[in-house]
């Protein structure tokens, strides 16, 4: 396929007015809007994370929030609205004249603009930030990145003192919350002692050797009973055969008297009537003669006389001891049944023990588990007030100054030559595509190879048009006309707009965050 090279390029040059119109309506453009905005100086400031200057092993602090995420938060606050309409009024970065409404969305959107925050770290690596400011005037840029250094030192400093002061706060609030709770559940367990008296597992080895000791105390009063009864059976049994059996052998004096006697009244028996005054006397004289021996077997006055009820004395000293055993017998019964009693009563604490018990354990763990909490939170406490000192001392993780602010010397922004480049490229490229769109919608027939493919005919021969001398000036004419609009006129109308009307850099600024994008100018 052969291309007609020359057939194209004379298009292009027939076509060439069209095509440097546009290029030079464009590329002037480019060139005002270059020489128009306004410079712009980008001022930068450098900070430091620096470590905690106490070891961690020695005393820690409480704040633990990383680097890096320190950072975000710190930029996020001072990227808040307030902040930024607070410290463009203060700073006057817009140089606004008094009365003068604030446009308070447009104050923010281009403040943030202006503004860039970049943090570095990893590993093994300081953790840097740099905060960099924008604006026409060198002094308001460096003003506000300080200003934002300040701010950021501040917000460090009261983040990391008040997080450290909300800990100590809250632990504080947890001792004492502990405390009450322990106090409470003390106050609970000597309360449920008290009701439970001595039915507690603790008491459980005293009532049980208590009660031993009172079983074998009532085994031992059973047995002084029977005993106390048997004496009192001897005592019976030896009156009794004091007054009627003497044993001659062994008899003393006064027995074997009274054995003579009782012979000789036997004797007299057989003789004389038992209502003989001999029969009475020898009666009278065995009695008192077996009293003596009774009161000299018991040890009493063989001449005591007998009661007023005609009872002898050895009979009243018998009644005595009988009695005294008897009240000796009484006693002990009645102490018996009293233990009886307090054995019983043990029996029923015994049996509320194991009740008791489960209930104070579960007592006793809960106050257990406050006491381990309670030591915890006391120990943490501890390390709060530690963890707060550091902070407040400003040796825990702090932010330092590496560079301040200053004043730049040279603008950074626009870069003219970009600018008018792009015009002038945008120009060329427009210009192209106008040729190009004329070209395709302009259907007429202008080679002999066209008149062939579109009509079947073949030309004998082909006359070019030719124009005359006037229509070649009147062309020429138009050419500079258009050239010297595109060149002047558009530039000065350019100029005229953004100093007059409205400015550009804030008209296309405005049009290009709607998008998300910004153009490096002020709002104007």
């Not at 007609?4 to 007015?17: E, G, L, T, V």
């Not at 905690?52 to 602090?61: F, N, R, T, V, Y």
């Not at 990227?79 to 930024?84: D, G």
């Not at 028996?269 to 009278?284: D, I, T």
């Amino acid at each position: 396929m052969n291309i007609d090279f020359a057939y194209y390029r004379s298009i292009f040059w027939r076509r060439f007015p069209y095509f440097i119109v546009v290029a030079s309506i464009l590329t002037s453009i480019g060139l005002t809007v270059a020489m128009v905005l306004p410079p712009e100086y980008e001022a930068r400031a450098t900070l430091l994370v620096e470590s905690a200057q106490i070891p961690d092993e020695l005393a820690a602090s409480t704040v633990n929030t990383a680097p890096t995420e320190q950072l975000q938060i710190i930029e996020q606050r001072l990227m808040t609205r307030a902040n930024l309409i607070d410290t463009a009024e203060r700073l006057n970065v817009y140089n606004r004249q008094e009365g003068e409404p604030v446009r308070a969305s447009a104050v923010v959107d281009d403040m943030r603009a202006r503004t860039r925050f970049d943090a570095s770290s990893g590993r093994d690596l300081a953790t840097l930030m740099s905060i960099t400011f924008r604006a026409t005037d060198p002094r308001i840029a460096a003003q506000v990145t300080n200003e934002f250094v300040t701010l950021v030192l501040q917000e460090n400093v009261e983040m990391r003192t008040n997080v450290a002061g909300e800990t100590l706060e809250f632990f504080e609030q947890e001792v004492e919350r502990l405390g009450s709770a322990l106090d409470a559940q003390a106050a609970e367990i000597i309360e449920f002692k008290n009701g439970a008296g001595r039915a507690l597992p603790e008491s459980e080895v005293f009532l049980v050797e208590r009660q031993n000791t009172m079983r074998d105390r009532i085994a031992q009063i059973d047995r002084e009973v029977g005993l106390a009864e048997e004496q009192k059976i001897r005592i019976v049994e030896l009156f009794e055969q004091t007054r009627t059996n003497v044993d001659p052998a062994t008899a003393s004096p006064q027995e074997r008297a009274l054995l003579a006697a009782r012979n000789e009244l036997d004797t007299a028996l057989l003789v004389y009537a038992e209502a003989s005054p001999r029969v009475r006397l020898l009666q009278a004289r065995v009695a008192q003669l077996e009293d003596r021996v009774q009161a000299e077997q018991l040890g009493l006055d063989a001449n005591a006389e007998a009661d007023a009820e005609g009872k002898s004395a050895p009979e009243l000293l018998v009644e005595s001891q009988i009695g005294d055993l008897e009240t000796q017998i009484q006693n002990l019964k009645q102490e018996a049944t009293l233990l009886r009693e307090n054995v019983a009563e043990i029996d029923g604490l015994l049996a509320q023990i194991p009740a008791n018990g489960l209930t104070l354990r579960a007592l006793e763990r809960e106050h257990n588990s406050f006491q381990e909490q309670y030591a915890r939170a006391s120990d943490r406490l501890s390390k709060a007030e530690t963890g707060e000192r550091i902070e407040l001392l400003s040796k825990g993780q702090r932010i330092t100054i590496i560079e301040q602010a200053t004043p730049p010397d040279r603008p950074t922004k626009p870069n003219r030559t970009m600018i008018a480049g792009a015009g002038a490229a945008a120009g060329v490229a427009l210009g192209l595509g106008v040729v190009v769109l004329l070209e395709l919608f302009n259907r007429a027939i202008r080679r002999p190879a066209e008149i062939v493919d579109r009509l079947g005919i073949t030309p004998i021969a082909v006359l070019p048009y030719l124009r005359t001398d006037a229509e070649i000036a009147w062309r020429r004419l138009l050419i500079i006309l258009i050239l010297c609009g595109a060149v002047i006129v558009v530039p000065l109308t350019v100029f005229l707009v953004h100093s007059f009307v409205v400015p550009l850099d804030g008209f296309a600024n405005s049009i290009l965050q709607r998008f998300g994008l910004t153009l490096p100018a002020g709002l104007g």
